[in-house]
């Protein structure tokens, strides 16, 4: 794709950048005339459509090499270079056709079993159970043959423990001469997991097969009990367990100046669920290929599902590749039987399977572009000729998903990794913990939600976007009146970026200039986030740059609603210009301010910007030597990533800090007391003391840091319940009691923002909630 893009002259460049909506017509006809005219072009175009079987399809099933993949993995697996032979086994099962047989075994079952047997070689029962599942409905036969002489998979029930000890392809290493019953502990696992049908149907396998008449009276029991706890939970449809169907009325409305956009017809307490829905279509994004599932987007785990009939996608279970590929076939067995897919969705991948790998290849946008065609041309039966769409009529259908596809998110911080191994919370440390509580947004997929297209962006939102695997739910953060909008956010928000970052990014990634309030009104967040401060040591006055003044010059002014305020909220700050916000946040009392770059906001006193704007750079750089930070820290930048570095050892850590020190000093002694930089610097370095072992430093740093963020987001920000997090967990390694508070304060925000999926979104608010309740008691 660069390769073409590249050649796409200069002029035509030129033309695309400046041109209007009424040039898309044009403009596409020169592109593809362009095109048409470049062997480049045709090659890759013959190289997306190539047949599977060739090797230019890249994206068909290989029999020979899942083949060579198998011995390799087995070789691996002997020599106990375990996660080596799961990648080879793993990939082994993405090449291997469905229906070919090596030394007279499926080859894929062979694959899930040897996979099976090491899992259960790296501890993970339930991954290894999984897949010897798979490898029986591949070939039923096996159970019969296999299973009960034990020549060839060997499960033992150990104390409800599972234990696979030898399997088809791989030397035998512990076999228990068990009495090998696999579909009872698969039928338990199963009830566990809520698949009753599965765990009915396993039950009575095992029933049939047992030859004694205690074991078989036994088994009844179970299932009786399975049967009662079933009519119990029956009442409660799996998919409502934890989605509630909001009941709350909307409306779509005009309004002046953004569109439609949607508003509550009555009073809308805080926290509550405004929408939930699910895609109308969503692509899975490049990175995460190889580490999300393809279907639902959650991560994958170790036991990968490949899809039956090309090599591409991978699926976190067997439900989510029907869903994604359509219900499967495959010869001579039942495989399948077991799955009813609920395809209220069309199969997304099914349309793209077999041969044709652009999915891998063209940007997402396309990919999604693509899937909204095939769903809109099946949904109304009428299969037209993609090929025959206008051009003008693809370009227009682009346009508009970059500008109402969502990105779809998720929370990634290490402590998610570790939550559901049982003894963890056991060994956890809590000083350790803070380490690992750093969170950050990963995007993972971008999905059409068509009702929640509706709704506009604000910088200030009212209200909450997040996803439970492909649903997307929506959630008051405050009490919204009847006819207020109801707005989210695209991305971008006061406290975490100034107006202009924000402004710029809506416009690249949007297209849109943003008339949110946060944008068209002064704000306080604004004004301070990126400012120094005054050279007045006696004034608390803010000096901004000229880029930030210029942005905030632009606001439109509005009468002076508040001006008899003593005291401003973020949210507050609505109907009042720049002077007044000025005067009534920042105190001043004169009535010449001068709101140009280099003049004090409170006191009206000048600085040279440049000179200043110079010890602060070479402070930062200073402290990036410690702590590889930067000036503006962009979000996507993990903090975590970038300390990597410079926290490799806790001698390297300590011999540095005074350093730091000096140079943060030197910082708050520039910069204005609530610039969001000093937030960063003082986060980096409460995460250093920490990681010396040193938590009252720790804590003292981590509130300074928290305590200038609250003046940016306001107290009951999202942001701010990650940070108290991190603040309760030092105070708990501390054993400092006033962890109960924030942990109260963080709980009440983590509620309002996810409700009762708070702790599925952060795992880590369970575990301070169980230590608050242990310190309570
Ligand atoms: C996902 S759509 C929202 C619905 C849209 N207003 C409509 O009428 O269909 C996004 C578009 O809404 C408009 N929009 C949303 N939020 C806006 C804002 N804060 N300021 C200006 N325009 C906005 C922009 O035109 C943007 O491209």
């Not at 047992?210 to 079933?230: F, N, T, V, W, Y």
């Not at 803070?434 to 009702?451: D, N, P, T």
């Not at 003292?700 to 987001?713: F, G, M, Q, R, T």
Request: hydrophobic residues 35%; charged residues 20%; proline residues 5%.
């Amino acid at each position: 794709m660069e390769k073409l893009k590249c050649v796409v002259p200069e002029r035509l460049k030129r033309r695309v950048e400046e041109s209007h909506i009424d040039d898309l017509p044009s403009l596409s006809s020169s592109l593809l005339q362009l095109f048409l005219s470049l062997p480049q072009f045709h090659q890759l175009i013959s190289e997306l459509a190539a047949e599977p079987s060739t090797q230019a399809g890249l994206c068909g099933k290989n029999e020979g090499a899942a083949l060579d993949l198998k011995q390799k993995g087995n070789q691996c697996y002997s020599s106990g270079d375990h996660s080596q032979a799961l990648r080879c086994y793993s990939q082994a099962l993405r090449l291997a056709p469905i229906d070919a047989h090596h030394t007279g075994k499926n080859l894929v079952a062979t694959l899930y079993l040897n996979r099976a047997s090491l899992f259960h070689k790296m501890g993970l029962p339930m991954e290894s159970l999984r897949d010897c599942s798979r490898a029986l409905e591949i070939s039923p036969c096996y159970p019969k043959e296999g299973l009960y002489n034990c020549s060839w998979l060997g499960l033992c029930v150990l104390r409800h423990k599972i234990y696979i000890s030898c399997c088809m392809d791989v030397p035998p290493s512990s076999c228990h001469g068990c009495s090998v019953k696999v579909h009872i502990p698969r039928g338990k696992v199963n009830a566990t997991l809520g698949n009753y049908e599965d765990s009915v149907h396993d039950l009575s396998v095992a029933k049939d097969m047992e030859p004694s008449i205690g074991g078989k009276k036994q088994i009844e029991r179970e299932l009786d009990m399975l049967a009662r706890h079933h009519e119990k939970t029956i009442a409660k449809p799996a998919s409502q367990k934890s989605v509630e169907i909001p009941e709350i009325k909307l409306q779509c409305v005009k309004t002046p100046d953004k569109g439609r956009g949607m508003v509550s017809q009555f009073d809308i307490p805080q926290a509550s669920l405004i929408h939930a829905e699910e895609p109308y279509a969503v692509v899975i994004l490049k990175h995460c290929r190889e580490t999300h599932c393809h279907y639902c987007l959650n991560e994958l785990p170790a036991d990968t599902i490949p899809c039956i009939s090309c090599s591409l996608p991978l699926y976190c279970s067997q439900h989510c590749q029907v869903q994604a590929g359509g219900p499967i076939h495959i010869p001579d067995t039942t495989v399948g039987s077991n799955f009813k897919p609920t395809l209220e969705c069309i199969p997304e991948h099914k349309h793209e399977c077999q041969g044709v790998h652009w999915p891998a290849i063209l940007p997402s946008d396309v990919v999604l572009a693509g899937r909204v065609v095939v769903k809109t041309m099946e949904q109304k039966g009428q299969f037209t000729d993609v090929p025959n769409l206008s051009e003008t009529l693809i370009v227009i259908l682009l346009s508009q998903i970059r500008v109402n596809s969502i990105a779809v998110v998720r929370m990634r911080s290490n402590t998610n990794d570790s939550y559901d191994q049982q003894d963890w919370f056991q060994n956890f440390s809590f000083g350790e913990a803070e380490a690992a509580s750093s969170v950050e947004q990963v995007r993972v997929g971008q999905a059409l939600y068509k009702a929640a297209s509706l709704f506009n962006h604000s910088c200030l939102p009212n209200i909450h976007a997040y996803f439970m695997s492909r649903t997307l739910l929506l959630r008051t953060t405050e009490f919204v009146s009847g006819g207020c909008a109801l707005e989210l956010s695209y991305g971008p928000q006061v406290g975490q970026w100034d107006c202009k970052d924000r402004l710029r990014f809506l416009e690249e990634e949007y297209f849109f200039r943003c008339w949110c309030c946060g944008c068209s009104e002064v704000n306080e967040s604004d004004l301070v986030i990126s400012g120094f401060c005054c050279v007045n040591p006696n004034c608390s006055g803010v000096v901004l740059d000229n880029l930030v003044a210029n942005c905030e010059k632009q606001k439109p002014k509005v009468p002076e609603t508040i001006s008899n305020k003593s005291h401003l909220q973020v949210h507050e700050l609505k109907d009042i210009d720049i002077k007044k916000v000025a005067q009534i946040s920042l105190g001043q009392t004169q009535s010449s301010c001068h709101v140009d770059s280099g003049y004090c906001l409170k006191c009206g006193s000048y600085c040279n910007f440049a000179s200043r704007s110079k010890e602060v750079k070479k402070a930062w750089t200073d402290f990036r030597r410690y702590a590889r930070s930067t000036y503006v820290l962009p979000i996507a930048c993990s903090l975590l990533d970038r300390l990597q570095d410079s926290i490799a050892s806790k001698d390297t850590c300590s011999t540095n800090l005074p350093d730091a020190l000096r140079s943060l000093g030197l910082l708050r002694s520039i910069l204005h007391a609530y610039n969001k930089g000093i937030a960063e610097a003082e986060d980096i370095l409460a995460k250093a003391f920490c990681f010396i072992g040193d938590f009252e430093p720790a804590r003292d740093h981590c509130k300074a840091s928290i305590e200038i963020l609250v003046k940016l987001y306001g107290p009951n920000h999202i942001a701010i319940g990650y940070e108290l997090a991190k603040l309760a967990s030092i105070q708990l390694a501390l054993g400092d009691c006033t962890a109960v508070y924030n942990i109260n304060r963080l709980s009440a925000i983590f509620s309002t923002y996810y409700g009762p999926h708070a702790g599925i979104i952060f795992p880590y608010l369970l575990v301070l909630e169980r230590e608050r309740s242990r310190i309570i008691q």
